[in-house]
């Protein structure tokens, strides 16, 4: 694939509003991070300047970060958005589950400048998920329990 370089100044130029809700950064590369907001950064107990324009080996464990470079190489490839999710532990060592959307910028030529990601913390909600899932399953089981022993115990039966 082609990638236009962008420099340091023209990233810290782009449209950086999201510093609240999501954890954003934009990657130069597969493998490298451009601007990285506040969110992101404290998600790792770091400052911004710590880990824009590094590689994302330096900050995610190898296994972790391989998975965020083969989705990264798919938007790279793809010029394609894409979204995915992806169990991420925090600085504290706490595995959160984050919805990662990946937006890649193209130039008038059709050629990426630079990826734009926004990753959401949805852990809470997929546990509150799971829980319904279970409940719902529990009901079920409960139902069907029910049901079985009243034809057992039926007059009729």
């Not at 394609?80 to 937006?103: A, C, D, F, H, R």
Request: aromatic share 12%.
């Amino acid at each position: 694939f082609f990638f236009k370089q962008k420099t340091a100044y023209e990233i810290k130029e782009c449209d950086w509003s999201s510093d609240v809700c999501s954890s954003d950064l934009y990657l130069k590369d597969e493998k490298t991070y451009g601007v990285v907001n506040n969110v992101y950064a404290k998600f790792f107990n770091k400052s911004k300047k710590e880990i824009e324009f590094k590689n994302i080996y330096d900050f995610l464990p190898d296994n972790i970060a391989d998975i965020c470079v083969k989705s990264n190489r798919e938007v790279f490839n793809k010029k394609k958005q894409i979204q995915t999710e992806i169990w991420m532990p925090n600085y504290k060592g706490e595995q959160k589950l984050l919805s990662v959307t990946k937006t890649p910028k193209l130039d008038t030529d059709g050629n990426i400048e630079y990826v734009v990601c926004s990753a959401q913390d949805i852990t809470e909600q997929h546990i509150t998920e799971q829980k319904l899932k279970h409940r719902i399953k529990m009901r079920s089981e409960e139902r069907r329990v029910g049901k079985e022993c009243r034809s057992r115990w039926s007059p009729d039966h």
